[in-house]
């Protein structure tokens, strides 16, 4: 008879996006940011463009799997 007990295994920790990731995220938000400007010639177009970009990216870092 075999008396060993198996402990569970911790959770693996969450994976973080890699540099790949972020890089491609930043050079996204940076060209359609200035394709925004570039296209409208306005600065509130702009604005609301790299606001919502920023959200954006963000939401892919923190969905990330």
């Known amino acids: 008879m075999n008396n060993t007990v ?3 295994q911790p959770p693996a920790p969450p994976q973080r996006p890699g ?3 972020i890089l491609t995220l930043v050079n ?3 060209a359609g940011v200035g394709g925004v400007f570039v296209g ?3 600065v509130l177009v702009t604005i609301i463009a790299a606001a919502l970009a920023a959200a954006l990216a963000a939401m892919v870092l923190i969905l990330h799997k």
Do not use: K, M, N
């Open 28 to 30: 996204g938000v940076l």
């Open 19 to 21: 540099a790949g990731t």
């Open 40 to 42: 409208t010639r306005s």
């Open 6 to 8: 198996i402990a569970p």
